[in-house]
Nanobody
Framework: VQLQAFGGGLVQAGGSLGLSCAAS????????MGWFRQAPGKEREFLAA????????FYADSVKGRFTISRDNAKNTVYLQMNSLKPEDTAVYYC??????????????????WGKGTLVTVSS
């Protein structure tokens, strides 16, 4: 499965931004999906996960209550809505897919395929 992320850009602190990640084929529907980010000089960080049918989600503490992950299997797309953005949210954001069923265990080492990142810059 190939993934392409869209929606990055420049936003002011306190603002909102929505990311989307489109998959190349319908096998996407069989995978749990996740969003990660990587800031300069830092490791890639898990943000949010969603199971294959969208009924279960899990978030890192750093984004819980601010970010929302969702998916539309008819469109082979997963989304990340980001609200109340902070300058420390500045990073390259990545979507990825995994065969895991227990999404609370999702980590960068558990992913089967990755999309190219999209840069999000939050100005103060």
């Amino acid at each position: 499965v190939q993934l392409q992320a869209f929606g990055g850009g420049l936003v002011q602190a306190g603002g909102s931004l929505g990311l989307s990640c489109a998959a190349s084929d319908r096998t996407f529907n069989n995978y749990a999906m996740g969003w990660f980010r990587q800031a300069p000089g830092k490791e890639r960080e898990f943000l949010a996960a969603i199971n294959w049918n969208g009924r279960s989600t899990f978030y890192a503490d750093s984004v819980k209550g601010r970010f929302t992950i969702s998916r539309d299997n008819a469109k082979n797309t997963v989304y990340l809505q980001m609200n109340s953005l902070k300058p420390e949210d500045t990073a390259v954001y990545y979507c990825a897919g995994s065969r895991i069923t227990y999404i609370a265990s999702m980590s960068r080492n558990a992913m089967d395929f990755w999309g190219k990142g999209t840069l999000v810059t939050v100005s103060s």
